[in-house]
């Protein structure tokens, strides 16, 4: 199982883009990369998940690198309603899911 | 709204009791998912059902126990508790995918205070 490595917090201005870099080494060939978000007393909400390259999606955009040794995931001009936790994760088929401890992101106005 | 349900939203109990929390999937997933989530931790992974059976086992304590259904919703079942069992417990249901990983779709949780 892949562990990763994420910041654990970052704080922002609002309107301004925010990248959140996740580091996983020992990514495996049928891994995928997924990003959840999750608001206090909340279930995590799934946000964006690839492969490789860049993915993007009305709320995202996932870069990876060719290596897949890490990734990036970019929100646009961040807005207050951002603040939230980040989770990087490493997954493939039916493993055990590690969400970690995530990066809490603070959006300030 | 996720789809996915979870019941009750709250429980209160005391010490060595025992507990059952239930489980919704969104309509056709068959995987159910259950995570303990503390105060101001990460979500710690219990275990995974697919389609009845057990799939992924996590850090679950020999005190909890889960199943899935027939009907495919899915129960944890914690007993003996101790006041650090007192968590929020989500689950997640993921459905069939023609490539990647499932996406897990998370209910709103229970909360669980054991006194």
Redesign the interface.
């Known amino acids: 199982l892949a562990k990763t490595t994420q910041p654990i917090s970052m704080d922002s201005y609002e309107g301004q883009e925010v990248n959140i870099t996740c580091s996983h080494n020992n990514i495996a060939t049928n891994d ?1 990369i ?1 990003w ?1 978000q999750q608001f206090p ?6 946000i964006i ?1 690839g ?1 490789k390259t860049k993915v993007t999606n009305e709320v995202a955009s996932l870069f990876i690198p060719a290596d897949r040794k890490s990734s990036t995931l970019s929100l646009p001009r961040v807005s207050l309603s951002d603040t939230a936790v980040y ?1 990087c994760l490493v ?12 990066t809490k992101l603070q959006v300030i106005p | 709204d ?1 789809g ?1 349900t979870q019941t009750p939203k709250h429980l209160i109990t005391a010490t060595g009791q025992r507990v059952t929390l239930r489980c919704s999937p969104r309509s056709g997933d068959l995987s159910v ?1 259950w ?1 303990q989530q503390s105060l101001d ?5 219990l275990i ?1 059902y ?1 389609n009845g059976e057990e ?4 850090n679950i304590l020999e005190r909890f126990s889960a199943q899935q259904f027939p009907d495919l919703h899915s129960e944890l079942n914690l007993s003996s508790l101790e006041l650090g069992d007192s968590a ?1 417990y ?1 689950c ?1 249901s993921s459905g069939r995918r023609d490539r ?2 499932n ?7 229970t ?1 669980l205070t054991v006194l």
């Open positions: 995928y997924t959840y007393s909340q279930g995590p909400r799934f998940q492969y989770y997954v493939g088929g039916y493993q055990k899911v590690t969400f970690g401890t995530g | 996720s996915v998912y995570y931790q990460g979500l710690q992974f995974h697919y799939r992924a086992k996590g929020l989500f997640a990647g990983v996406e897990q779709f998370f209910g709103p949780g909360r």
